[in-house]
């Protein structure tokens, strides 16, 4: 039975849990629901809550196991000198799992009995047949390979069996229990409030379990990768040349390079920018321009990356080339450290102006009046008080923005080019650690071999270079609001 | 003690401004002017950005077309002449391309039109000219033997020629075209056969290979999007709403409550694509999801999206005044009644209007999902929800990157298409959105 | 302290520095001065008293135009010093404030050392032509504001590192170091202790040698103690104006006898 049936049954069983629960409730209180100790809809949530609960937690734990399990049952079938040469344990038992998809497949739609799945042989067409329903092999299909399939799949049924039947009896067991326990002295309320409240809990956990998902899932990967190349030549490798065929180099530093400079003329577009935009519309536009100018420049934020991605491939690149790279005598290139920091530095405006008006508002209006009663200028009280008061939270402002600049992708993506090089030229196209990221892990992957491997040890290392960046922002931009609460 | 000077250095009258003054004052001006000059770049380059993708995309919704009368001759397409449908199926699309030729020289006949050099006239009807003749002959087979009257698509070139792309000039440099086929494309043009029209296939046709720029649609990916936007409101909103509800009104103050908060403003800040690094390793590699299917997609988006639904929701949680809390409290309620009888449905509009927000970031999130192999190519249509979640599929900021990296230029004006389809879907969220803000913004 | 004020009680031989009239001012739809001409006189403490929100601190930001700063304030009438109209439109606000100095209720050092505080006016009009000059009028202006000995050992630490006390002093020494001629303080020491408040009190009796100083204060103790002239608000009509003596003694009107006494307010 698939899961989804699963859900329905489940889901099925807890509205009849909750409409039994509550009749049952209201008939021991003699059907006058003011003696019950808490409202009958409670004591029906409760049932319902008994019946779902442990069932979808079996469930889900389940889903999770049973391949773990199958997968180490199988791989033990295979005797080591069963593995051809070149291929490895982890390339067979993928080419088993996709085999069983296959037949379950041919088996689904009809094309072929179980018996006729039952009787195929190591020298009929397997891949020929699979074909059929879209399923490409990469070698002929052995005895061994064979074998391990059909234990695959009987061990997939039984265990789906095994999960059908252990999740629904968990159901019903709770539906039960719960049900047989409703009385109307049960402090039915406080049982279900302390069940939602854990429930709650659960959710804002999910935070932590996404930062673990992260951090985990590009460690052991980038343990992987490094078990495979040497740590100190990735950090400090003025190479980056990945080859397919083994032997590449793969040092981060060009790609660094890259992201930093481009990260550099973005700020460098977007402080001034975005700072003197925060200034003017906090200190000097009246009502009227504020309204109208303030959400526009916040449009910017709300258009998506690859907006501005294509923005710098089809418009920007094109003109700084035309314009400045050629005749400059600069480089041919429509991609360029310049597109890409330029297109970013637009992006990044609002990004900045938007904190920076925050943080400045921030600052108390006495400070403003002590410096305009002695008779300074709006201009020279801006610069010399206001903009001072607010340095910290500014500075965090634009860590933060710096912090948004080194993790972008689409834009350096589209505008940026994809050849690491050590330049100082910023007409020249240059690549960031996102751009790699990319195009390491799209395509054709072969998650054993160190190309596709450095993908998790980039993503490890910026997420380690953003996260310093962020929480170094935070801690600075949270003691200045201290400072003026 | 030495003294200031008691009788002031500077004029003794204020009504006039002396040199410095005047000076301070000139700084002052200049300063506002770098405000001023500030705002107006910003502005200036969001009207660029809109203008440029609005100039290079609005094209893509016109499309040229050109009626021809099409011989559905029974030895090529039916040669038993039984009418058996699996005999006539057997005609792959290639053997319709002998029609199509034969239409377009008809046409020439018929029209009288002579131009000197013409070489492969059907060049200039699209590809997808004869799958689409192939579909109707198998749903009509009775007709076969008689002529139909088609609309087909033209190719990527005449129709560029048309919006100015390509010109005799480049014609003449080209593989794809020549200036004679441009010709007979006016000629075609002038006797009213051929016309530029609005082009919904572009909205809901599926996505087209690289011969055939003309027929490229984003049905498959706007459909994508849907899904994922579908499973990111059903889990990022009662998750969100759940950790908010738990951390503003339930959490002790204590150590987990504080890892839990500084986890949620970090991830907050994490590049989108160490997302989808997450979603590869975790939702396809290890739980052994389906590459580019919108399941992994949706997963994916809804951890992204969590801190900002959250955020908001805090926020919109912090905005209900304590005095409401007493008031249930005060009656008998527990807490959890006072919180969800009353406080939740007096955030409601705001956790409504940060959901939207956080939906429309998510909708023009590229990143991840290049990552989770959506950028494959995907000419069929998903299944409806749930098994559709489960098939492949694009999304639509995805489709716009896949154009990009497209060999043929006609696909630059697609993308700059699919972006204003994006941008539509956004403002109307975003409008929606502020609408909700206003109508039930509440001061306490 | 009640015996030096007695000698320095004859304050009529002094000019006027300040002249009111017919001052109106409004703050958006609310009338919040109604009608106040008055003369303010030189090297005179003036105390503008009255019951919370009767517009006496309104009035006073009129003196130098810091209601300019507030959008929907308009302000009609004359006001003058030194017989010149300070609301007319060739005057630079700047330069009005550079003359008319003024110290906030809540003490307001800028996020810098209290050198810079204090060296902040002079640099912004050009005081100092250079380093030496500006050392000077900085410890003038502290020994000035009574605050030296206290801060001269720590010129670069942080103003707002101060107690409340000493912050306002500070302020004061901020004001007093663009030489003005006029200072105007509103509550200058409503946020202070009773012992900084004695320490800012003495402050001002002695600043009056050099400036016309005007105090909005809601403490009518503070007025006795430290004016010689007062005038009295009341919704923001000035009921009554006069010597300082025979204002608290022998009030004219009796909304200012209800309030001296306690009976509003």
Redesign the interface.
């Known amino acids: 039975m698939s899961v989804f049936w699963i859900l329905v049954i489940l889901v099925g069983l807890a509205i009849v849990g909750f409409a039994l629960g509550r009749r049952r409730a209201i008939g021991s209180a003699g059907g006058d629901p003011k003696t019950l100790h808490s409202r009958p809809n409670y004591y029906g949530v409760g049932v319902a809550l008994a019946a779902l609960i442990p069932s979808l937690a079996l469930l889900a734990i389940w889903l999770f196991v049973q391949p773990l399990y199958i997968d180490a049952q199988v791989a033990t079938q295979i005797a080591d000198a069963a593995i051809p040469e070149g291929s490895t344990r982890g390339l067979m038992m993928g080419d088993i799992e996709r085999l069983a998809a296959g037949f379950d497949q041919l088996e689904s739609r009809g094309l072929m009995t179980p018996e006729e799945i039952a009787a195929l042989g190591p020298d009929d067409d397997i891949r020929g047949r699979l074909g059929e329903v879209g399923l490409a092999l990469g070698s002929n299909v052995s005895a061994e390979t064979l074998d391990a399939a059909r234990t695959f799949r009987s061990l997939s049924a039984t265990g789906g069996i095994l999960m059908t039947v252990a999740v629904l009896l968990a159901g019903a067991a709770g539906f039960a229990i719960n049900l047989a326990r409703v009385h109307h002295s049960k402090r039915a309320r406080n049982q279900v409030e302390s069940v939602i409240l854990a429930l709650l809990l659960a959710a804002a956990c999910i935070a932590i379990l996404t930062t673990a998902g992260i951090v985990l899932s590009m460690l052991f990967e980038s343990i992987n990768f490094f078990r495979q190349y040497p740590i100190t030549e990735f950090f400090f490798g003025l190479q980056w040349a990945p080859n397919f065929r083994g032997n590449s180099d793969l040092g981060i530093i060009p790609l660094l390079w890259g992201t930093l400079y481009i990260s550099l003329i973005a700020l460098l577009v977007a402080v001034p920018i975005g700072l003197f935009s925060a200034i003017y519309l906090s200190e000097y536009a009246g009502r009227r321009m504020r309204a109208i100018a303030k959400p526009l420049i916040e449009v910017l934020a709300g258009i998506p990356t690859i907006v501005y991605g294509l923005f710098a491939l089809l418009v920007v690149g094109p003109m700084l080339r035309d314009y400045f790279a050629q005749p400059l005598g600069l480089g041919n290139s429509g991609s360029s450290v310049m597109t890409a920091g330029l297109v970013m530095g637009i992006m990044l405006i609002p990004f900045v102006s938007s904190l920076s008006d925050d943080i400045i508002s921030a600052v108390p209006q006495s400070m403003r009046d002590g410096s305009l009663g002695l008779g300074a200028t709006k201009a020279e009280t801006i610069r010399q008080v206001v903009v001072p008061a607010a340095l910290p939270g500014i500075v965090g402002a634009i860590l933060l923005a710096a912090s948004r600049a080194i993790g972008e992708t689409m834009i350096v993506v589209l505008g940026a080019g994809a050849a690491a090089r050590l330049s100082l030229n910023p007409f020249e196209a240059m690549t960031t650690v996102t751009v790699k990221i990319v195009s390491q892990l799209t395509g054709d992957t072969n998650f054993a071999s160190p190309e596709t491997l450095v993908a998790f040890a980039l993503g490890l290392t910026l997420f380690v270079i953003t996260l310093g960046l962020n929480v170094f922002a935070l801690f600075i931009v949270r003691r200045y609001r201290e400072q003026y609460d | 003690m030495t003294a200031i000077p008691d009788t002031p250095s500077r004029p003794s009258s204020i009504l006039e401004a002396d040199a410095r003054t005047r000076k301070r004052n000139a700084a002052e001006k200049r300063f506002r002017m770098y405000g001023l000059g500030a705002i107006f770049v910003g502005l200036t380059a969001l009207v660029l950005l809109l203008t440029s993708i609005l100039m290079q995309g609005l094209p893509a919704f016109q499309q040229s077309y050109v009626t021809l009368e099409v011989p559905l001759l029974e030895d090529t397409l039916d040669p038993s002449g039984e009418r058996n449908i699996d005999d006539i199926a057997g005609v792959i699309s290639f053997g319709y391309n002998g029609l199509i030729e034969q239409a377009v020289e008809d046409a020439i006949e018929t029209q009288g039109i002579e131009i000197e050099g013409l070489d492969d006239p059907a060049e200039i009807v699209s590809n997808q000219a004869a799958a689409q003749v192939r579909r109707f002959v198998l749903a009509n087979p009775e007709r076969i033997g008689t002529s139909e009257t088609f609309r087909f698509l033209t190719t990527s070139r005449v129709d560029q020629y048309y919006k100015g792309q390509v010109t005799m000039a480049s014609a003449e440099r080209d593989s794809q075209i020549s200036p004679q086929q441009l010709q007979l494309a006016e000629a075609l043009a002038e006797a009213g056969l051929l016309e530029q029209s609005f082009n919904w296939n572009f909205v809901t046709q599926p996505d087209a290979s690289d011969q055939r720029p003309e027929a490229a649609g984003l049905g498959v990916a706007i459909l994508g999007s849907a899904y994922m936007m579908l499973i990111v409101l059903c889990l990022a909103l009662p998750i969100g709403v759940a950790a908010s509800i738990y951390l503003e009104e339930f959490a002790p103050t204590n150590r987990i409550t504080d890892i839990i908060e500084v986890n949620i403003s970090n991830l907050a800040a994490v590049p989108s694509i160490v997302f989808g690094i997450l979603g590869l390793a975790i939702f396809i590699n290890f739980a052994g999801l389906p590459q580019s299917a919108p399941i992994v997609g949706g997963l994916v988006l809804t951890l992204m999206t969590l801190p900002t639904i959250i955020i908001s929701t805090r926020a919109s949680l912090k905005s209900v005044p304590p005095s409401i809390r007493d008031a249930a409290l005060g009656v008998g309620a527990s807490k959890m009644q006072a919180v969800f009888h009353h406080v939740l449905p007096l955030a409601g509009p705001g956790i409504l209007t940060g959901t939207i927000i956080g939906l429309a970031q998510a909708l023009g999130e590229t990143a991840p999902l290049l990552l989770i192999g959506m950028v494959a190519f995907v000419t069929e249509y998903p299944d409806a929800p749930p098994e559709g979640f489960f098939d492949p599929a694009t999304a639509l900021p995805v489709q716009v990157y896949n154009w990009t990296q497209r060999a043929d230029p006609a696909f630059a004006e697609r993308a700059s298409g699919a972006i204003i389809v994006l941008l539509v879907f956004l403002a109307i969220m975003n409008i929606t959105a502020i609408l909700l803000r206003r109508r039930f913004e509440r001061r306490w | 302290m009640k015996d030096v004020r007695a000698d320095e009680r004859d304050t009529t031989m002094n000019d006027v520095k300040i002249e009111t009239k017919g001052v109106q001012v409004y703050y958006g739809e609310n009338h919040a001065i109604k009608d106040v001409s008055l003369a303010i006189k030189d090297k005179t403490v003036t105390a503008f008293i009255g019951p919370s929100g009767c517009g006496k601190s309104t009035f006073l930001r009129c003196l130098?135009r810091?209601n300019d700063?507030i959008?929907i304030a308009r302000i009609e009438g004359e006001i003058s010093?030194?017989g010149?109209d300070?609301y007319?439109p060739?005057?630079?606000p700047?330069?009005?404030?550079?003359?008319v100095?003024?110290?906030?209720q809540?003490p307001?050092?800028?996020?810098?050392s209290i050198f810079d505080n204090v060296a902040?006016?002079p640099k912004?009009?050009?005081?100092a032509s250079n380093k030496a000059e500006l050392d000077?009028?900085v410890?003038?202006?502290l020994?000035r504001a009574a605050i030296w000995d206290e801060v001269k050992d720590r010129l670069q630490a942080p103003g707002t590192g101060l107690s409340g006390g000493q912050q306002q002093r500070l302020?004061i020494a901020?004001?007093?170091?663009?030489?003005p001629?006029v200072l105007l303080m509103d509550e200058p020491c409503s946020a202070l202790d009773p012992i900084a408040t004695a320490q800012v009190e003495e402050l001002i009796s002695e600043l009056r040698t050099?400036y016309s100083v005007v105090i909005v204060t809601h403490s009518m103790q503070q007025a006795a103690r430290v004016s010689q002239k007062t005038a009295f608000f009341h919704l923001g009509d000035m009921v009554e104006y006069g010597e300082t003596d025979d204002i608290f003694t022998n009030p004219q009107d009796p909304r200012t006898e209800k309030y001296i006494t306690g009976r509003i307010g």
């Open positions: 130098n810091m700063t959008d010093i030194d010149e300070i007319d060739r005057v630079d700047v330069q009005l404030r550079a003359k100095g003024m110290v906030f809540k307001n050092p800028f996020p810098k902040y006016g912004i009009h050009g005081l000077e009028i410890e003038t202006s020994r302020c901020r004001a007093v170091a663009t030489s001629e050099r």
